[in-house]
């Protein structure tokens, strides 16, 4: 077996490793992280890496809400893991930022010990959409995590009930309370996670509200670098370059940036002394974001597999699919983005297209199709909207959301399970399709947990029905003959 990373094994990697430069076991946890993946570690803990050095008070300890792989793969490594950058001249670090890893199914009481502890004054989250119990801009009352949590606020479940249970303890225990700082992409991501945390509190402790309403701060930010999945290729590269073998490295683009509202109740680190942008309005950055990239991205991602594509560089390489992303970016998505003061919104869709086409990533589009239920209202509902009301065509942003049905509709008929916390539902109507584009688009609009906030309009029924029925039976031939249609 070979020898595993970890602060033994440290001092020995080849010197074109970058490694932390301060001693880790020096560092006291000053941040608990919820949803310690593959995006957190890319991301935020690479941030707080640069910063450890001169603040010396704020490590991480990432906690995992139902698994217990990453806990199992960082504990014999004291937490150590390898962060290969790609690009054209890739590079590997060595992250220390994640002093500790918890999984709370096991460690309830350490994870609530944490949170009560005077010394962590901040609390992240990357849970990803799903995990924050929405349903529309409030919390999802009906949601089995929240229902349990109500019942046992203190032995929570969801991350909502661990927030809400420790700054309960910390009111109680005459504390300041911890600033909650969402890191997931969702428009004003701080404000839903607020207004959420507020109605659960509600329900447990009307004063425990009130004490959350005046002293929590729960800014919003923004949050963005491709970070492809995990894979044994990686493993394998990192273990050769290392030396040593590390059981969960992560990989992502060199390209980075985070936007973060200055707004916290209780310190935090010089984040800007790390390239973090501190500002006192994200709005514009995170619409921009979520229009720009996470849209084209979930575009890739169901038209590229309806194409029978594997990859976002590779659906870049197919001209007909990139010339639609590109045009819808450019024609239909910036328009809702025109009023950002200052935002040179061509420049971005440059930049944006230039990371999709980067040929040392392999992003798979089956991993960003995950999700579909959550990520399409964030990502295309509010652009249709808008779009709407002032009396654009929303003939081509329809079609991400068609190409979204005939994927799940492939995906029931072949009998692969969707990664998606509605898998159950989607999986019946796929399977009740029956390519009559009236009755099958019919049948997906009754999920009021997507449609919502678009079903209602008559206009989004007969685009979204023209396009469904312009893909066809979803075949790679069908898909084909549809985007040479779309091409205006
Ligand atoms: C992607 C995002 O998987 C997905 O759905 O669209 O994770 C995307 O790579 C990041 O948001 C980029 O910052």
């Given at each position: 077996m070979p020898r595993r990373l970890n602060l033994q094994t440290l001092?020995?990697?080849?010197?074109d490793v970058q490694r932390p430069?301060?001693?880790?076991?020096?560092k006291r946890i000053g941040i608990v992280h919820f949803g310690p993946g593959a995006f957190h570690r890319a991301h935020q803990a690479a941030y707080l890496d640069d910063l450890l050095a001169a603040e010396p008070d704020w490590a991480i300890c990432g906690v995992a809400l139902n698994s217990h792989d990453v806990r199992d793969a960082l504990q014999p490594q004291d937490g150590l893991y390898a962060l290969a950058l790609l690009g054209t001249t890739p590079r590997l670090r060595v992250i220390g930022a994640l002093r500790e890893v918890l999984a709370a199914r096991e460690q309830q009481a350490q994870v609530l010990a944490r949170l009560a502890e005077?010394?962590?004054r901040i609390v992240t989250l990357t849970?990803?959409?799903?995990?924050?119990?929405?349903?529309g801009d409030g919390l999802?009352?009906?949601r089995p995590e929240i229902v349990h949590d109500l019942a046992m606020p203190d032995a929570p479940h969801s991350a909502i009930g661990y927030l809400v249970a420790g700054l309960r303890a910390r009111r109680d225990a005459g504390l300041k309370p911890y600033t909650v700082l969402s890191c997931d992409n969702l428009a004003d991501n701080g404000g839903k996670l607020r207004r959420a945390a507020l109605q659960y509190a509600q329900r447990i402790d009307a004063g425990l509200a009130a004490w959350i309403e005046r002293e929590v701060a729960f800014p919003r930010s923004m949050v963005d670098s491709i970070t492809p999945a995990t894979d044994d290729a990686l493993r394998e590269r990192v273990g050769h370059a290392l030396g040593v073998q590390d059981a969960w490295p992560i990989q992502r683009e060199q390209y980075t940036q985070w936007v973060v509202?200055?707004?916290?109740c209780n310190g935090r680190p010089a984040f800007e002394k790390a390239g973090v942008t501190m500002s006192d309005d994200i709005a514009g950055y995170d619409r921009a974001k979520l229009r720009l990239l996470n849209g084209p991205h979930s575009t890739l991602a169901y038209l590229g597999s309806l194409l029978d594509l594997e990859t976002v560089n590779e659906a870049m390489r197919d001209a007909p699919l990139a010339n639609f992303v590109e045009r819808l970016m450019r024609e239909d998505i910036a328009p809702s983005v025109a009023?950002?003061?200052?935002?040179d919104a061509n420049a971005y869709i440059d930049a944006i297209l230039e990371r999709f086409r980067n040929p040392a990533i392999r992003h798979k589009l089956a991993q960003i199709a995950w999700d579909g239920s959550q990520k399409l209202p964030v990502r295309l509902f509010g652009t249709i909207n808008e779009a709407l009301a002032a009396g654009r065509s929303i003939e081509h942003l329809c079609v991400p959301v068609a190409a979204w049905l005939q994927f799940v509709r492939r995906q029931a008929n072949n009998g692969v399970a969707l990664v998606d916390p509605l898998n159950a539902a989607l999986n019946k109507i796929g399977r009740g399709c029956n390519g009559d584009a009236g009755h099958d688009v019919a049948a997906f609009l009754q999920l009021d947990a997507v449609f919502a906030s678009v079903k209602n309009d008559a206009r989004f029924t007969e685009a979204l029905r023209g396009t469904y029925a312009a893909l066809g039976d979803g075949t790679p031939q069908r898909a084909r003959h549809a985007l040479e249609q779309f091409d205006r």
């Open positions: 001092h020995a990697l080849p010197a430069d301060y001693d880790p076991r020096a005077p010394n962590v849970i990803t959409e799903k995990g924050y119990c929405l349903d999802d009352f009906a509202e200055d707004n916290f009023d950002l003061h200052g935002f």
